[in-house]
């Protein structure tokens, strides 16, 4: 079993030949381009997927490939995984091939086709006396296959790098990623073609990788919290992902708590290892953090808005103000800033290079991680201070991740910081919209009732917490 490291980014296609310009600038050497042609396979039930493995059979125009890919380890669009890869005849499956035990007996006789993955790849060789990397761009689609009586083939874009190490260290990959990142427009990427695939074979809104919990135990480490933190970076990275293949705007929402989540990660990671180097990427959240929030906040505004009960003139003049369109587009434009992705970079590169940090000895109790957040949470003790409401709500999110992981069984208080998140989001779509200068007085009228509504709701809430059941 051979392993491969690798770093998966997104580009857009006018920026194709943008590349192929920086490819001769960097002196790499052109490797050709092929026409790649991919079948996955997977039975009825989807075993294989459940496993975490992909199976694919692959057709370069001249040869026909079987490959069996297993997960591994993954760091935002960081990649280290097991392969067997072998030739076949006549465009058909040889599990014969494969070592003994790597696929269940019983699934065997179930394989079937799921989905393809058609695109051509160019490929080029960058060498240098301490590495060698190879640069793949792909460009093409993912399709479900034709059923009969079908109009439309269902299809997702394939427009992406893959840049993997075949000699050196992986500071390399990260040198080149920057080096590109510094003229293209390029992101991350965490979800393999496989996984495009299954996102349009089961027709759901999103793809959510599984998330472990890390702090089940008496001691958190700075690994502990690493772990963690990689794993709300690939949420983050996630979330453009689906994003980009859905519009729907609960992936930019949970893009934000995805990051809050990380920067109160890094900050306690710091704390527990001061020899660990993640000032930067602390920094690089916040700018995130910063930068995404207007868009977050109008839409809180206009979910606050919808949720209104409004007649007659009211309810015309809110179909007016709802701004999804402009929103989705000005956001967009903000995601395809240079800097944006090179701050994206940064995160995976400063998680990857810190995880193994060795000087880092210093360890807390999982309890008093959470207690310590707790006695810092300061919920307001006049329940109707809406500004407290809204500056709790990044350490609520906080509180809540470390709640799952030191007391995973502790649903109940689980349950209510949801809940105030939930109505915090609310409260500051109410506070936005009375804020507004052409607000009619019936609308504002329903707000301040509303508002009025929920600021007790969120102090019956914080009474309720901690309460044992």
Same mark, same amino acid.
């Given at each position: ?19 192929? =310009? ?8 052109? #490797? ?12 009825? *039930? ?47 499956? *040889?599990?014969? +091939? ?7 007996? *019983? ?6 086709? @799921? ?32 059923? !009969?009586?079908?109009? @439309? ?23 080149? =990623? ?11 990427? %965490? ?6 695939? +299954? ?13 472990? /919990? ?39 929402? #949970? ?5 809050? &989540? ?15 180097? +993640?000032?930067? =990427?602390?920094?690089?959240?916040? !700018? ?10 109008? /839409? ?31 956001? &967009? ?9 090179? =701050? ?15 000087? /880092? ?22 329940? $109707? *201070? ?18 799952? @992981? ?7 208080? #689980? ?31 329903? %707000? ?12 019956? $809430? ?8």
């Amino acid at each position: 079993m051979a392993k491969e490291i690798e770093l998966k980014l997104l580009i857009r296609q006018a920026d194709f030949k943008q590349l192929e =310009a920086l490819m001769l600038q960097y002196q790499a050497k052109p #490797q050709g381009v092929k026409r790649l042609e991919n079948t996955y396979f997977d039975t009825p *039930d989807l075993h294989l997927n459940q496993a975490k493995a992909a199976l694919r059979l692959r057709f370069n125009a001249k040869n026909w490939v079987q490959t069996l890919k297993t997960s591994g380890t993954n760091l935002g669009a960081l990649s280290e995984r097991g392969e067997w890869e072998m030739p076949v005849s006549e465009g058909k499956l *040889d599990l014969a +091939l494969f070592p003994e035990g790597v696929l269940s007996p *019983d699934w065997k006789n179930e394989l079937t086709a @799921q989905f393809n993955t058609n695109f051509t790849r160019k490929t080029w060789l960058l060498t240098d006396m301490h590495s060698e990397i190879e640069l793949a761009a792909d460009m093409g689609e993912v399709l479900l296959p034709n059923k !009969i009586g079908q109009a @439309q083939v269902a299809k997702d874009v394939i427009c992406e790098l893959e840049l993997e190490l075949k000699k050196g260290d992986t500071a390399d990959l990260f040198k080149l =990623a920057n080096q590109l990142a510094a003229h293209l427009i390029v992101h991350p990427g %965490v979800l393999s073609k496989a996984e495009r695939g +299954l996102r349009l074979l089961r027709g759901t809104t999103a793809v959510e990788k599984p998330h472990l /919990c890390s702090l089940n135990s008496n001691i958190v480490s700075f690994a502990d919290l690493s772990h963690l933190a990689g794993q709300e970076l690939n949420r983050w990275i996630l979330a453009h992902e689906n994003f980009a293949f859905n519009a729907n705007e609960n992936e930019l929402l #949970q893009a934000h708590r995805a990051l809050l &989540r990380l920067y109160a990660l890094l900050v306690l990671a710091q704390r527990l290892c001061t020899a660990a180097k +993640l000032y930067p =990427a602390i920094k690089a959240v916040k !700018i995130l953090i910063e930068t995404f929030l207007p868009w977050v906040e109008s /839409c809180w505004q206009d979910r606050a808005l919808q949720r209104l009960a409004l007649d007659n003139f009211d309810a015309e003049w809110r179909s007016t103000q709802l701004g999804y369109a402009a929103r989705r587009s000005e956001y &967009r434009r903000l995601w395809h800033k240079n800097w944006v992705g090179q =701050a994206s970079l940064l995160l995976v590169e400063s998680l990857f290079s810190n995880q193994h940090q060795q000087a /880092c000895t210093q360890q807390n109790k999982a309890e008093q991680v959470l207690q310590d957040s707790i006695a810092k949470l300061g919920l307001p003790q006049q329940p $109707m *201070d809406a500004e407290t409401w809204l500056k709790r709500y990044p350490s609520l999110v906080r509180v809540e991740l470390l709640l799952q @992981q030191a007391k995973p069984a502790d649903q109940h208080n #689980q349950q209510l910081m949801k809940q105030m998140q939930a109505a915090i989001e609310v409260l500051n779509g109410y506070e936005q919209l009375l804020r507004l200068q052409y607000l009619t007085e019936g609308v504002k009228k329903i %707000v301040i009732t509303e508002r009025h509504a929920l600021l007790l709701q969120l102090g019956r $809430m914080a009474q309720a917490l901690w309460i044992e059941n």
